[in-house]
């Protein structure tokens, strides 16, 4: 994990699920979009489904998503505090 990361008591994070579902907000990550580990199945990040979490219960990273991938997330979460 990151050193910054580390240094953080608290992250905001998304769901992820290996559940395929009608949303038109879940981006679906596959092997391809990772710089360095992998799920093992195709998933969807829950881009409506975030939740704190403290440092400290993490217990394995199972990966990196690429900068591209991470920058859309990052994206999709920040519409949904857009006001209109």
């Known amino acids: 994990m990151n050193n910054n990361l580390l240094k953080m008591v608290n992250l905001i ?3 992820i699920t290996s ?4 949303s038109k907000t879940a981006i ?8 360095n580990g992998v799920l093992p199945v195709i998933s969807y990040v829950k ?3 975030l939740f704190a979490a403290d440092t400290s219960i993490i217990e394995k990273v199972a990966g ?3 900068i591209k991938v991470k920058r859309n997330i990052l994206q999709k979460v920040q519409s949904l505090f857009t006001l209109k």
């Open 64 to 66: 990196k998503l690429t």
């Open 19 to 22: 559940k395929s579902y009608s």
């Open 28 to 35: 679906r990550i596959e092997s391809t979009d990772f710089e």
């Open 47 to 49: 881009i409506d489904k």
């Open 13 to 15: 994070l998304c769901q």
